[in-house]
């Protein structure tokens, strides 16, 4: 069969600037992660290195402050970059986004001091960063979590358990929502926790059916003892410091599963062209192409949901219930592509010898990760039509 390179994604981008990111991006993509990414999977390895050059390239801290070494890019910059690089390796994209994630803390609701102390390492000096909010016990219900940090003088002691944690046990700094107060949301509080702290450790890695270089893990926080200044925003806050992460955090869920459902269209149509049934390529029957029509319908409505959202975003404006659906809308395309393509591949597409059968175990995931679908589904509908009665 012919080899058909796949086009790039003909993007729009507000500056020059953007356009030379998001080339530098593909580049790096192309020689550094893309090679590797079936190998290293396989393997259950980790690219550490990978993420030292992304640091060096400027690319962990694109949406903040370049006062404190970020980016300045806008959101709808930053979410494209995620997209390349998912495209690439999904391990690599979402560990892009859960860094971001694990940063948002310190630089929207830490103080000058904090972060003139802390951002510049965490965003392009080479750190990695992990957000902990889940729990064995506390999910869906994350308000429920019983991580306890006790104040003792001038320090936090924080005890208990976080599980689901992406970069766990491999961080170099963790942003810990922990118990200091009374039941529910308002007895929560953010800490910003160094990953070589004393008392905290990592559990073994869990056994995931995808996405097997990026390390999941509990993180055990046994009498973790912090100073107040790493304290993040007020006593009592930590729960809101979260759920605004979170809604950020989702935008970067989506753009990743639509790099995801972009590499495996690209995949489906290379082989549907180049193979040949019936003395013609499988692209010239209409059953197959509708379904490459329909993936990539699916995908370029992901991309526009994701972009509309991070605009919102951009211009200060509410995107809450945007940025539900987009994870929403993307991670349920990106399922159904991947199985599309592993259906349009047919026995082939079920062997490791071709990246669909991965990327269809990696899609599933992001049904699942910084909120289930299903509480998208919830978010979306209490904007539509108010809370809950109870």
Not at 122 to 142: K, R
Not at 164 to 172: C, E, M, P, R, S
Not at 203 to 211: D, F
């Amino acid at each position: 069969m012919p080899d058909r390179a796949p086009q790039p994604v003909d993007r729009q981008l507000p500056t020059d600037e953007a356009r030379d990111l998001i080339s530098l991006v593909r580049d790096i993509a192309q020689r550094e992660i893309a090679p590797q990414a079936a190998e290293e999977e396989d393997a259950g390895r980790f690219p550490r290195e990978v993420f030292t050059l992304l640091s060096e390239s400027g690319l962990l801290g694109l949406p903040y402050d370049s006062e404190y070494g970020g980016g300045d890019q806008p959101y709808e910059v930053y979410l494209q970059v995620l997209e390349e690089l998912a495209a690439a390796r999904l391990t690599v994209g979402l560990g892009v986004s859960v860094h971001t994630l694990a940063s948002y803390g310190l630089a929207a609701y830490g103080t000058k001091e904090q972060q003139v102390e802390h951002l510049p390492a965490m965003l392009g000096g080479g750190l990695l960063g992990a957000y902990c909010l889940s729990e064995p016990s506390s999910g869906s219900d994350a308000a429920s979590l019983r991580t306890k940090a006790v104040r003792e003088g001038d320090d936090w002691v924080i005890t208990g358990t976080k599980a689901w944690i992406t970069h766990g046990g491999i961080a170099d700094f963790y942003t810990v929502m922990a118990r200091t107060g009374e039941e529910g949301p308002r007895g929560i509080t953010a800490f910003l926790v160094p990953g070589d702290a004393a008392g905290l450790s990592g559990a073994v890695p869990e056994k995931k059916m995808g996405m097997k270089g990026s390390p999941t893990a509990q993180v055990h926080f046994d009498g973790v003892r912090v100073p107040d200044e790493r304290r993040i925003g007020e006593e009592g806050q930590g729960f809101a410091i979260a759920l605004s992460a979170l809604d950020s955090g989702r935008l970067g869920i989506a753009a990743c599963a639509i790099g995801l459902g972009q590499a495996a269209l690209d995949e489906a149509v290379a082989y549907a062209t180049g193979r040949r049934q019936f003395g013609r390529p499988i692209a010239d029957f209409q059953g197959l192409r509708f379904m490459l029509a329909d993936m990539a319908t699916q995908i370029e409505s992901g991309r526009a949901l994701y972009l509309a959202a991070a605009r919102l975003r951009d211009a200060g404006r509410p995107f809450a219930k945007q940025a539900a659906m987009a994870k929403l809308h993307c991670t349920d395309a990106a399922m159904k592509v991947t199985t599309d393509a592993v259906q349009i591949l047919g026995g082939y597409g079920y062997t490791a010898d071709f990246p669909v059968e991965r990327y269809m175990r990696e899609a599933k995931v992001l049904q699942i990760v910084e909120g289930t679908n299903q509480i998208q589904r919830m978010v979306i509908a209490r904007h539509l039509a108010g809370p809950e009665t109870r």
